[in-house]
């Protein structure tokens, strides 16, 4: 799978940026819940890291590789653990987080296609 040309690119860099801005605002609802435990509270900075560490992983996508395989699996691993942290946070269920051990080998697989690609 490949980008075509430098539309794709400017493309990709764009979702990498919006996904970043999307992350502060989702930092921001998270960081003024002072009534969570401090598990909860460090469950969601966590993804908020994650999260944001992904963000840089599309960007960096969009200058180095023509392929969009690193960014698909950086978007796929940010759904399935930042998705899951933040909902098991705001609703204290944790329905989806037998996702989670699936984000960390995709975005361990997204680094390594990255490098590769």
Known sequence: MTIFGAAGKSTLFRVGCIKAALTIVMA????????????????YSDAVKYSLANS?????TSMTTTSVVPAVLFGAATVMFCGPAWYKCFTGS????????????????????????
């Open 56 to 60: 840089m992983g599309i960007i960096l």
């Open 94 to 117: 944790s329905d989806f987080h037998k996702l989670m051990p699936f984000a960390g080998m995709c975005m361990i697989t997204s680094w390594l296609a990255l490098a590769f690609m």
């Open 28 to 43: 921001s609802a998270g960081g003024h819940k002072y009534e969570w435990t401090p598990e909860r509270r460090l469950l």
